[in-house]
């Protein structure tokens, strides 16, 4: 599995992501650009000693990126198909967008139908990104019956 951000902009949120794809085995990539330096203290702080167990990748071009994977879903408020509701498969790339903005609309315009949603009150904001993450890599490992996380 493998986790994608696009320009995230906290470091805090990154580094907690970081810690849950150590902890299951799950790729990190980050699209550029960042808001932040990878030696942000707060990332690190965040990611405390896990950072040397990520497989951590910086990417600046997310399209080229998408053109090698075979399936990948992009999380967003603005779906309508449940996270629960799609197959994903063991290579699965789980995409989120910014905590500030999201995902920029052309991905919306260009890959609908791999758009996926979180429920939840619809006059609510949007839920924490690191929490966004690690509810679509949980799902996407349940269904893998955690196969991945097998020492």
Same mark, same amino acid.
């Given at each position: 599995?493998?986790?994608?951000?696009?320009?995230?902009?906290?470091?805090?949120?990154?580094?907690?992501?970081?810690?849950?794809?150590? &902890?299951?085995?799950?790729?990190?990539?980050?699209?550029?650009?960042?808001?932040?330096?990878?030696?942000?203290?707060?990332?690190?702080?965040?990611?405390?000693?896990?950072?040397?167990?990520?497989?951590?990748?910086?990417?600046?071009?997310?399209?080229?990126?998408?053109?090698?994977?075979?399936?990948?879903?992009?999380?967003?408020?603005?779906?309508?198909?449940?996270?629960?509701?799609?197959?994903?498969?063991?290579?699965?790339?789980?995409?989120?967008?910014?905590?500030?903005?999201?995902?920029?609309?052309?991905?919306?315009?260009?890959?609908?139908?791999?758009?996926?949603?979180?429920?939840?009150?619809?006059?609510?904001?949007?839920?924490?990104?690191?929490?966004?993450?690690?509810?679509?890599?949980?799902?996407?490992?349940?269904?893998?019956?955690?196969?991945?996380? &097998?020492?």
């Amino acid at each position: 599995m493998r986790i994608i951000l696009v320009h995230p902009e906290i470091p805090q949120n990154t580094g907690n992501i970081a810690r849950t794809c150590a &902890a299951t085995r799950c790729k990190l990539i980050l699209v550029t650009p960042l808001g932040f330096s990878l030696s942000d203290r707060y990332m690190k702080r965040a990611g405390l000693d896990y950072w040397d167990r990520v497989d951590l990748e910086i990417i600046d071009d997310l399209d080229s990126y998408l053109s090698t994977c075979t399936q990948f879903f992009f999380f967003s408020s603005k779906a309508s198909q449940y996270y629960t509701d799609v197959k994903y498969d063991s290579d699965a790339a789980l995409i989120f967008g910014s905590e500030t903005s999201g995902l920029p609309d052309t991905y919306w315009t260009k890959y609908r139908e791999q758009f996926v949603t979180i429920p939840m009150v619809p006059e609510q904001r949007c839920i924490n990104l690191a929490t966004s993450a690690a509810v679509g890599l949980y799902e996407a490992l349940r269904q893998h019956q955690y196969n991945q996380l &097998a020492l």
